[in-house]
């Protein structure tokens, strides 16, 4: 257990101490040791000013992307899973049948063919052609589906029924509240997924301004390794590596409560 | 007879059967229309066609997929990823099982930094961890060309054309190790305590319990990870085509057939052979995911 754990971290730390060095530093010193500078600071700073601040233009639109993305599908999921757990509604049956039989189609497949029909409609290379797959989740709309099941207790929706509240009221004043953990953790899961994402927006744009990390980095590092950049700025490249994880990392790590339960939720009650 | 039509299910409490359900069910209803079933049914329509220099845009029927079922890059692609598939796979899951199997037996110091420590890659996007292990494998200031250079050995260079394929299958296990480990792990902790207890009577010893119990009662989340784990290795992009910049005497274009879908649609200018390729390496990933599936339940019932 000892050897996995240092299997999975020695690579985080390597990229940690590597992104203190400067680039002279990265090719005389030992890989697994601080260089002789601490120049962490530095690499930051020239990271997020490398040609005039598109790190944080990538940086924003990753942002952007993954919010809008992940917290709309997963309200988009939250609203189909109570229904599905819920309610009884014409072509339930076939719906579920459907949606549920999607979660095997992987979304690297949909890449190709989401761009073709894109390019159809002229809408590539805007943040809406990335935004838009993001906002589907069959994985998302099954895991809701489980938790309104046994989150909420058809009583509370019966008596708020026979209060006299409305359908949409019912849902938000008793239902969401008692979906939160659910969301929290579809949420995460979509975030992560959007955040990571690269097949799709790396088809779909052209505009670098648009880009988000993942398709920014890459091309970066192809410039550098290639030669194509007249500057080989590798402490930009692992720098910008190293600042891509951190959100993600912490986030895992405070809301670790909800992705625990999610995966308990996702394996077992199959 | 009343004007709101009620029903009983199985038991539960009563429910109406009206449209409400519909109307929240819509949303998503759209956005699967726009995101999913539009794209396939487009692609579905475009690959029957066929771009000619003279003549235009002309039907073939199914000949684009004739085409690639005898494509050598295509089944190149299809057979390196099922290679690929059989051994990291098996791999991975087994690294996870045991990860888990570890944990569960609760006889180790720092679970929880133990825990965590496997599964922080899973927060790692895909490009940002082939990018690490790219510049770790390269021999510019990777680990591996350090070594032999303070050792005199002769290591092979992982990303040489001999060992790409499993530096590629490295870097993918190092990212889902902790996600699978974490899937079986809340699998294992559902298992009722009365199970143990009956066997530890039986008199059966710890490996014994883990064999006998634990792993039977598995099966439904290491079917899971194993179908998630199936459908990302037909799949495979991200990575082979980040390390191709560094290793592109190794990685082809057409190195995975996700890879030679895209070389077609963006470089080469075959837009509906694209289309084609695309469709029918998704239908492939389902087949052999409900294969893979129905062997299972059929295991399972036996």
């Known amino acids: ?270 | 007879m009343s004007a709101v039509p009620w029903e009983t299910a199985r038991g539960r409490p009563r429910r109406r059967r009206d449209w409400t359900g519909l109307i929240f069910f819509t949303p998503f209803l759209l956005v699967f229309v726009m995101g999913i079933v539009a794209p396939l049914v487009y692609a579905s329509g475009l690959s029957l066609y066929r771009d000619q220099l003279i003549g235009g845009r002309s039907f073939v029927g199914l000949g684009n997929y004739l085409d690639a079922l005898t494509d050598p890059r295509f089944l190149e692609g299809v057979s390196r990823v099922g290679l690929f598939l059989a051994v990291q796979v098996p791999v991975m899951i087994g690294l996870a099982l045991l990860a888990a199997l570890i944990l569960d037996s609760g006889r180790i110091r720092a679970m929880r930094f133990m825990r965590i420590g496997v599964f922080m890659p899973y927060a790692v996007p895909s490009v940002v961890a082939a990018l690490m292990w790219g510049f770790i494998y390269g021999d510019q200031f990777g680990l591996v060309g350090q070594f032999n250079a303070a050792t005199g050995a002769a290591l092979p260079g992982p990303l040489t054309p001999d060992w790409v394929l499993i530096a590629i299958g490295n870097v993918v296990t190092w990212q889902f190790l902790g996600y699978n480990m974490l899937i079986l792990y809340a699998a294992l902790r559902s298992i009722p305590e009365e199970l143990y207890e009956a066997a530890a009577i039986d008199g059966a010893g710890e490996a014994r319990i883990a064999w006998s119990v634990k792993i039977p009662a598995l099966k439904p989340a290491l079917w899971v990870a194993t179908l998630f784990s199936i459908i990302g290795s037909f799949q495979l992009f991200n990575e082979p085509h980040v390390l191709q910049s560094l290793a592109p005497a190794s990685i082809s274009t057409y190195y995975t057939p996700n890879m030679y879908a895209y070389q077609l649609a963006f470089n080469a200018n075959q837009v509906t052979y694209s289309a084609a390729v695309a469709i029918l390496l998704g239908a492939v990933t389902v087949v052999v995911a409900y294969v893979a599936q129905w062997m299972t339940a059929r295991g399972t019932r036996r």
């Open chain 1, 1 to 270: 257990m000892g050897l996995m754990v240092l299997y999975t971290l020695l690579p985080l730390y390597w990229l940690t101490v590597n992104a203190t060095k400067t680039n002279g530093d990265l090719f005389r010193s030992n890989g697994l040791w601080f260089g002789g500078e601490f120049a962490l600071w530095d690499n930051i700073v020239a990271t997020v000013t490398y040609q005039d601040g598109i790190y944080l233009t990538w940086l924003l639109n990753t942002a952007l992307y993954s919010v809008v993305g992940a917290v709309g599908a997963t309200l988009i999921c939250t609203f189909g899973g109570y229904a599905l757990a819920r309610f009884d509604f014409p072509g339930k049956r076939m719906a579920r049948a459907v949606v549920f039989g999607a979660i095997t189609i992987p979304t690297t497949a949909l890449a190709v063919p989401t761009f073709l029909l894109f390019a159809e409609l002229g809408i590539t290379d805007t943040r809406a052609a990335i935004i838009i797959p993001a906002l589907v989740s069959p994985f998302g709309l099954y895991l809701m589906t489980v938790f309104a099941t046994d989150a909420i207790p058809d009583s509370l929706l019966e008596a708020a029924t026979i209060d006299g509240a409305s359908a949409w009221t019912t849902f938000w004043s008793v239902a969401f509240r008692l979906l939160m953990p659910g969301f929290a953790t579809v949420l995460l899961f979509n975030l992560v997924s959007t955040w990571n994402n690269y097949f799709l927006p790396l088809i779909m744009l052209s505009d670098p301004t648009l880009y988000p990390l993942t398709v920014g980095l890459h091309q970066l590092n192809n410039q550098v390794t290639t030669g194509a950049n007249l500057e080989p700025v590798y402490n930009v490249v692992l720098t910008g590596s190293l600042l891509a994880i951190v959100p993600l990392i912490i986030s895992f790590l405070f809301l670790q409560r909800y992705w625990q339960s999610g995966l308990a939720a996702g394996s077992v009650k199959q």
